[in-house]
């Protein structure tokens, strides 16, 4: 009686671990002090808890500043686009910065609309006191001078996002801009034009000014540092934050970022808290093994290796926070997303969200990515990822996370059959199928541990989900 006692509870919370209606008991609980690597599992981060935290959720490019084609930009409704990401579970976020004061979208995408469109930017981090025009017609920036309300608006929205249980990654320089946009160096505050300092950023005058985030400018390295060490004055205090060097940074600033890592780390020292520092992937033509061979407590890689189609195991050291940003652009699907979390990965995408840049509002198309996101953190919480290591050497789809003899997650691209080795396992298990395109569960039959075992899905052709368990 004992056993079948057991056997239906393990049941109910397994099919509780699948549902994605409600979100009390995962979502909108603050953090309860900072990130740091999990020392059981170092494929996550972990907290004053001690269990794994599994982190994934979408991001935009305009959650910290506002950006659109008029002047000044429209604001972005920030607690309703925290009520989203609440709604499909999801708990990380990237909050990005932008050092262009405007800029033209470019790209051969067919639903990036208004190519010759001037974007503008507000609010930047220095104050624009003049004496004196920047190439924009507005008064020079003052790079002595921090704007209040950047650092306020950042501040709040970090804490606003802590208050939903929503981790931050701090973006703190964008690298794409000065490589991709057209002359977007005259709409950079580093122009010798935009500023009352004196400040060139083209030291090699070939006009691109790449090197503003290289070791090379003395006075732009001050700046910058100051400008970091504000940052970190800011969000210090807060359980909920990251750190990102840049976004899509050109591979010769990989001393530059390896720098500023050691920096924030060194300063962090004589603070409260610390927090994790992430470095991500370089465009273009950045290697994955710079990322592995940083300072940095997180990294997210490009293509290479397979983190599109078939991505390797974490096999533990950094937290690996694999983004479709820097696998597609705007890109990825339900497959990718699941092999990922089987990996021992955490998965985030970049949402074009309402479309007021690149795509339509709310696009159906990356629906199954949204969602699939805030069910696999679902698992994650209720199974407890601190156990749980890639083990695709027990399944025959080669996709499963582990704790071998216990609980076992196991994805199923295309549905049908999956074998598992139980071989090494003892007792009986509870097998439960979730169809994440539906959201439809189905308990499966009791299997015995011992030897392998061989299980078909009851959704047929389309993904699937299995989870097993030791039920006595």
């Known amino acids: ?102 800029w033209k979208i470019s790209g051969n995408a067919a639903d990036i609309r208004n190519k010759n469109t001037l974007y503008y930017i507000s609010p930047f981090l220095w104050q624009r006191t003049g004496p004196g025009k920047a190439l924009d017609g507005k008064p020079k920036f003052n790079l002595d001078k921090f704007n209040p309300a950047y650092f306020e608006r950042m501040r709040s929205r970090v804490i606003e996002a802590r208050d939903r249980g929503i981790y931050v990654s701090v973006m703190l320089f964008e690298g794409y801009g000065l490589q991709r946009i057209k002359d977007s160096l005259k709409s950079h505050p580093f122009h010798k034009e935009n500023n009352i300092n004196g400040i060139n ?47 899509e940074n050109h591979p010769e600033s990989t001393p530059f970022q390896y720098a500023m890592i050691d920096f924030i780390h060194d300063y962090e020292k004589s603070k409260a808290k610390q927090h994790p520092v992430g470095m991500t992937f370089q465009f273009k033509g950045g290697s994955n093994q710079d990322l592995y061979n940083s300072p940095a407590d997180w990294i997210s890689p490009n293509p290479d290796g397979g983190y599109r189609d078939n991505p390797p195991a974490n096999k533990g050291g950094k937290v690996i926070i694999t983004d479709t940003d820097h696998l597609w652009g705007i890109g990825g699907n339900q497959a990718w997303l699941w092999k990922s979390v089987c990996r021992g990965l955490n ?9 007021t840049i690149i795509g339509k509002k709310f696009d159906p198309r990356w629906e199954s990515i949204r969602k699939s996101m805030g069910y696999a953190r679902r698992m994650a919480n209720r199974m407890n990822f601190t156990t749980m290591i890639p083990h695709g050497d027990l399944v025959s789809t080669k996709y499963c996370l582990a704790e071998p003899g216990v609980k076992y997650l196991i994805y199923l691209p295309k549905g049908q059959q999956v074998e598992i080795d139980l071989s090494n396992a003892k007792g009986r298990y509870t097998s439960f199928w979730f169809n994440p395109n539906n959201r439809e569960r189905q308990r499966g039959k009791e299997i015995n541990g011992g030897a392998k075992q061989t299980l078909t899905s009851p959704f047929g052709e389309v993904d699937a989900v299995l989870l097993i368990q030791k039920s006595q």
């Open 1 to 102: 009686m004992h056993s079948r006692y057991l056997a239906i509870l393990l049941a109910f919370v397994i099919a509780f671990a699948f549902n994605s209606e409600s979100t009390s008991q995962t979502t909108d609980e603050p953090a309860t002090g900072p990130l740091r690597l999990c020392k059981e599992n170092p494929r996550y981060f972990t907290d004053d808890s001690g269990q794994a935290i599994f982190l994934t959720g979408s991001h935009h490019w305009y959650n910290l500043v506002d950006m659109g084609p008029t002047d000044p930009p429209p604001k972005l409704d920030y607690t309703a686009y925290l009520d989203w990401m609440s709604e499909l579970n999801h708990n990380f976020m990237r909050m990005w910065a932008w050092e262009l004061v405007t």
């Open 347 to 355: 998965p985030i995408f970049m949402d074009r969200y309402d479309g």
């Open 201 to 247: 950023g083209d030291k090699n005058g070939d006009g691109l000014g790449v090197e503003i985030h290289e070791l090379v400018n003395p006075d732009i390295l001050a700046i910058q540092k100051k400008y970091i060490k504000k940052v970190i004055d800011t969000v210090n205090d807060l359980d909920n934050v990251l750190y990102e060097i840049s976004n």
